[in-house]
C-alpha cells in the first residue's frame, strides 16, 4: 500500500512532483550555471544509485535527478548535503536538500571567463545577486549576460542584466585601419565614424559592446576599468500575456543593481495580490496594476546611480496581439 506524501512537504525541499506513482526528482540549483566536476560527479553517482541513471538538464541552468523512490528521499537528502555547502548556496538549513523557491535559479553566460566579447565575469555578479536575494517565495527570474549578445535570453526575465564597457580610444595607437568601424557596422549599431582621420565614437549610439576592442589590431581601444550594464525589466513567458523585457537603465554600476532588485521585493511585498496561488503573482502584472511609476520609486529608493547612469523614465511593453475575422471585414 503506497503511503499518503504531502505534496508541498515535497516540493519545499525541491522534490518535484512526477507523473510516476511512488516517484519524485530531485533539483539541484546552479546559480550562474557554474558547478566544480567534483560536484557533478557527486550528482551522477545520486542518479546511478538512486535515481533511473539519468540527469535532465533544466533550462534555467539547474539539474533534475528523476526516478527517484519517495522513500528514499532521506538518503538523496543526505548525498546532497555536501554538494549545497561546496557550491556556497544561500541556505542555513543543509540537511534536507535544496530549498524550493518561487525566486527561481539565478541563469547567467560564461561571460568573462571564457568568451572574448564578455564585459565583465557573469558567474560572480550571479552568484552575489544569488545571496541576495535567495531563498524567497517571491516569484523572480533574473539573468545575466556578459554583452548584447544576450547569449542568456535575458529578455525572457523579469530582471536582464547585461555587460557594458565604456571603449576607451588612445589615438597614438590608432592606424585608421578603420576595423573598428567596419565591425561596428557590421556586428553592431555603427557608433564609430572617421573625422580627420581619427575614429570618433558616438556615445548617445554606443550600446558598450566593446567590438571596436575584439577587433582593433593595435590595441587603440580597450575596455574601460569600470563595469557597466544595461538592465532590460519585466520580461515573461506563460499563458496569459507573455512578452520580452524592455531596456530601463544603462550604464549602471553593480552594487546599484542589488539594490533594485532588492528594492523590488519591497515593492511586491506591498502590492501583490495574496488571492494569487501561493502569493505567485508575476511582477509585471504588479507594475501594470499599480503604475510603472509607483514601481521605479520603490526600485530606486536609496539607490544613488552613478554619474554615467541613464534612465528611461517611460517604458513600454509588447503583449500579444490578434486580428480577429470581424476587425478584417
Known amino acids: 500500500m503506497t503511503q499518503d506524501i504531502n505534496v508541498k512537504a515535497l516540493k519545499k525541499n525541491a522534490f518535484r512532483q512526477s507523473k510516476v506513482r511512488g516517484e519524485t526528482a530531485s533539483r539541484v540549483r546552479i546559480p550562474g550555471g557554474l558547478v566544480k566536476a567534483e560536484d557533478m560527479v557527486r550528482i551522477a553517482q545520486i542518479a546511478e544509485d538512486f535515481g533511473n541513471g539519468e540527469i535532465f538538464l533544466t533550462n534555467r541552468q539547474g539539474v533534475e535527478i528523476p526516478g527517484i523512490s ?121 557608433a564609430l565614424s572617421v573625422v580627420n582621420g581619427k575614429i570618433v565614437r558616438d556615445v548617445d549610439k554606443c550600446i558598450g559592446c566593446g567590438v571596436c576592442v575584439n577587433y582593433c589590431p593595435t590595441r587603440a581601444w580597450t575596455r574601460s576599468p569600470e563595469h557597466y550594464f544595461r538592465v532590460k525589466i519585466m520580461g515573461r513567458t506563460g499563458k496569459q500575456n507573455p512578452r520580452l523585457a524592455q531596456d530601463w537603465l544603462r550604464w549602471v554600476d553593480e552594487d546599484s543593481i542589488i539594490k533594485i532588485v532588492q528594492n523590488t521585493y519591497a515593492y511586491i ?57 470581424n476587425d478584417l471585414v
Not at 519517495?70 to 535544496?98: A, F, S
Not at 557594458?164 to 595607437?173: A, G, S
Request: glycine share 8%; aromatic share 10%.
Open 70 to 190: 519517495l522513500e528514499d528521499m532521506p538518503k538523496v537528502q543526505e548525498r546532497l548535503k555536501p554538494i549545497i555547502e561546496h557550491t556556497n548556496i544561500n541556505q542555513e538549513d543543509k540537511d534536507h536538500g535544496y530549498m524550493a523557491s518561487g525566486t527561481r535559479n539565478i541563469v547567467a553566460c560564461p561571460g568573462a571567463r571564457l568568451c572574448p566579447f564578455g564585459c565583465y565575469d557573469t558567474t560572480a555578479f550571479a552568484q552575489r545577486m544569488d545571496q541576495a536575494i535567495f531563498p524567497n517565495n517571491r516569484h523572480v527570474k533574473v539573468a545575466f549576460t556578459g554583452c548584447s549578445n544576450d547569449c542568456a535570453h535575458v529578455a525572457l526575465n523579469d530582471f536582464g542584466i547585461i555587460g557594458m564597457t565604456e571603449p576607451q580610444y588612445n589615438p597614438d595607437r590608432c592606424v585608421t585601419c578603420k576595423a573598428c568601424v567596419k565591425y561596428c557596422n557590421s556586428r553592431s549599431v555603427g
Open 269 to 325: 511585498d506591498e502590492y501583490i495580490d495574496e488571492s494569487k496561488p501561493e502569493g505567485k503573482e508575476h511582477i509585471g502584472y504588479i507594475v501594470d496594476r499599480t503604475g510603472f511609476d509607483e514601481f521605479c520609486d520603490w526600485a530606486l529608493k536609496g539607490v544613488e546611480l552613478g554619474p554615467k547612469a541613464q534612465v528611461a523614465h517611460r517604458v513600454y511593453w509588447d503583449g500579444k496581439h490578434y486580428e480577429r475575422e
